[in-house]
């Protein structure tokens, strides 16, 4: 599923405009029309720093939102800092 994404142009990759040396993949109408999920990368550490997937159940409006901060607690290990979850009120 990758690589029709891919080939239908549903993936970038970038710099992060925020932050010099962290970069960003975007996955978008990955299994479903208007899914998105964004990785943010730490080039020089090579370190997930993020992950935020907003998707919806079976409408659109039954949107579901995720979103993971990742942080370095000891030298090797990367642990979940802070995440967040939300759904339509209709769930």
Request: net charge positive; proline share 3%; hydrophobic share 35%.
């Amino acid at each position: 599923m990758l690589g029709q994404a891919d080939e239908k142009g549903n993936i970038m990759v970038g710099s992060e405009p925020s932050a010099p040396g962290q970069y960003r993949l975007v996955i978008s109408n990955y299994s479903k029309q208007g899914h998105k999920m964004t990785l943010v990368v730490d080039k020089t550490q090579k370190e997930l720093l993020s992950l935020s997937i907003a998707t919806y159940l079976d409408d659109p409006k039954d949107a579901v939102n995720l979103s993971v901060a990742f942080a370095r607690v000891l030298v090797g290990q990367t642990t979940c800092l802070v995440k967040r979850s939300t759904a339509s009120a209709n769930n």
